[in-house]
């Protein structure tokens, strides 16, 4: 079993409208989660960290947490065409990170 | 603040020569390290994962080796390329249950 799985895609959404991406992790004892955008060619760049249940907002990114699902999440509100991207969902077990294989997001203008 | 330096970002090798790529940290010591390759529209395919200087564990057997020869650095070798290396090679760190954080990206291009 993965350590780390994301819906690879592609997500499509209008411009304005909420992206909501998912991720299911197998560790129970992870206590860091993060999202990373990566733009075509580039390297990743982190966008969210979580640590704690519940959710954590920074501008128009909400992450969640749900640690007794072993789910994490990354909401965009107001899409805009500038966050294309594939996102990257990473946890941290057993003191090594680990990369889901990424959701391709499209916002179409 | 904690920054990677990865060179050279794009590379164009014959099959059959060797490879060196580096990686530099700054701003942390003792990170875990990190060498990923990724095709194109694929995820980061861990290649090598190192704790510390001498310290590497292969995640898939493969044409590439790694060495860590000092605690900043992360070195990624070929003595042989082969056509199915080519890829787009990212060096990460972290310092510890804390963020990853990546290079540049090399650009390898086997012809």
């Known amino acids: 079993q993965k350590e780390v799985e994301q819906n690879s895609g592609p997500l499509s959404v209008p411009e304005g409208a909420i992206a909501s991406l998912n991720c299911t992790y197998s560790d129970r004892v992870s206590q860091s989660f993060f999202w990373y955008r990566q733009y075509s060619g580039k390297s990743p760049e982190l966008i969210m960290s979580i640590y704690s249940n519940g959710d954590k907002e920074d501008g128009r990114f909400t992450a969640q947490l749900n640690k007794a699902s072993q789910y994490v999440s990354l909401l965009i509100r107001d899409s805009q065409p500038s966050d294309s991207a594939t996102y990257l969902c990473?946890?941290?077990?057993?003191?090594?990170?680990?990369f889901g294989t990424g959701t391709s997001l499209t916002v179409i203008p | 603040s904690q920054t990677i330096h990865q060179w050279p970002a794009t590379l164009v090798q014959p099959v059959g020569s060797p490879l060196s790529l580096e990686c530099t940290v700054e701003?942390?010591?003792?990170?875990?390290l990190y060498w990923y390759r990724q095709a194109a529209g694929r995820g980061l395919q861990l290649l090598f994962y190192?704790?510390?200087?001498?310290?590497i564990s292969s995640e898939v057997p493969q044409n590439l080796s790694a060495s860590r020869p000092q605690d900043r650095q992360f070195i990624l070798s070929s003595k042989k390329l082969l056509l199915s290396d080519s890829g787009f090679y990212l060096c990460?760190?972290?310092?510890?249950?804390?963020?990853?954080?990546f290079g540049q990206g090399t650009r390898l291009t086997v012809v």
């Open positions: 990473a946890v941290i077990a057993g003191n090594q990170f680990y």
């Open positions: 990460a760190g972290e310092g510890g249950n804390t963020e990853a954080f």
């Open positions: 701003g942390t010591s003792n990170p875990n």
């Open positions: 190192s704790v510390g200087i001498g310290q």
